[in-house]
C-alpha cells in the first residue's frame, strides 16, 4: 500500500506570496492532520480534518488554512508568507475510527526568502 | 497543560547499549502515547504506541514503559545499533482526534 505522498517537496518562496501544499492520503484513510516543524519550534499541529471538515486547530494565525477534498486528498494554504514560515510542513494520514494512529509523509520543504 | 516535556535532548550510546528516553505530561486527557523516529529529509516514522491502561509495551528491541500515576512514559532501545542513530519524538494525543502534542525531540548517536 502507497504511502502518505506530499507535493511539493521542496518550494523556496518570497516574502508576501502565497503558498499552497498538497497532500495525498493513505488509501482508505479519511483523517488528515497537518503539522509544521521547524528547529526551534519542534513539531506543532495545525490543524485536522476529516469527511471535509477541520475538526482541530492549532494555535496559527489565520494565514494558515486547509481544505479536504471528498477523495480525503488535502491541501494547506499560507497567505502572505513570513520568514518565520520557513519550516518542512507534514502531512499526516489515520483511519477514521483511529484517528490517533497517524502515518507521515516526507513533508514539504518550504523557504521562504 | 497541554505539553510534552522530552529529555534528554541529545544522547550518545555505544553500540550494544541501552537508549532510554524520557517524556512527561500533565494533561490527564490524554489517552494515546506514541513514539514516532525520524531520519534526517523524512518525515517521522510511527514506531511503537501505548494506551494507558497497560504500564508496558514491547516490540522487538523497543518497549514503552508507561507511569499514569506520574504522568510520564519512556522509551528503551535495547541493543541499540548504529542504525537506530535518528531522532525520537514522544507525543500524545487527546482521545480520538488527528491531534499529537509533541515533545521537543531527542536526537541519539549509536556509536559502533
Known amino acids: 500500500k502507497a504511502g502518505v505522498t506530499q507535493t511539493p517537496r521542496y518550494l523556496i518562496k518570497t516574502r508576501g506570496q502565497q503558498v499552497t501544499l498538497s497532500c495525498s492520503p493513505i488509501?482508505?484513510?479519511?483523517?488528515v492532520s497537518w503539522y509544521q516543524q521547524t528547529p526551534g519550534q519542534g513539531l506543532q499541529f495545525l490543524f485536522e480534518?476529516?469527511?471535509?471538515?477541520?475538526?482541530n486547530k492549532g494555535n496559527f494565525p489565520g494565514r494558515f488554512s486547509g481544505r479536504q477534498f471528498s477523495n480525503s486528498r488535502s491541501e494547506m494554504n499560507v497567505s502572505t508568507l513570513e520568514l518565520g514560515d520557513s519550516a518542512l510542513y507534514l502531512c499526516a494520514s489515520s483511519l477514521l475510527t483511529r484517528k490517533e494512529t497517524q502515518y507521515f509523509g516526507p513533508g514539504t520543504r518550504l523557504l521562504v526568502l | 497543560q497541554q505539553q510534552v516535556k522530552q529529555s534528554p535532548q541529545s544522547l550518545i550510546v555505544q553500540k550494544g547499549g541501552i537508549s532510554i528516553i524520557n517524556c512527561a505530561y500533565e494533561?490527564?486527557?490524554?489517552?494515546?502515547f506514541p513514539w514516532y523516529q525520524q531520519f534526517p529529509g523524512k518525515g517521522p516514522a510511527l514506531l511503537i504506541a501505548i494506551r494507558p491502561d497497560v504500564s508496558e509495551k514491547k516490540e522487538g528491541r523497543f518497549t514503552i514503559s508507561f507511569n499514569k500515576s506520574a504522568k510520564q512514559f519512556s522509551l528503551h532501545i535495547m541493543d541499540s545499533q548504529p542504525g537506530d542513530s535518528a531522532t525520537y519524538f514522544c507525543a500524545a494525543s487527546p482521545g480520538n482526534t488527528g491531534k499529537l502534542i509533541f515533545g521537543q525531540g531527542t536526537t541519539l548517536q549509536v556509536k559502533p
Open positions: 494533561n490527564t486527557a490524554f489517552d494515546y
Open positions: 488509501s482508505g484513510h479519511r483523517s
Open positions: 480534518y476529516f469527511s471535509e471538515t477541520q475538526r
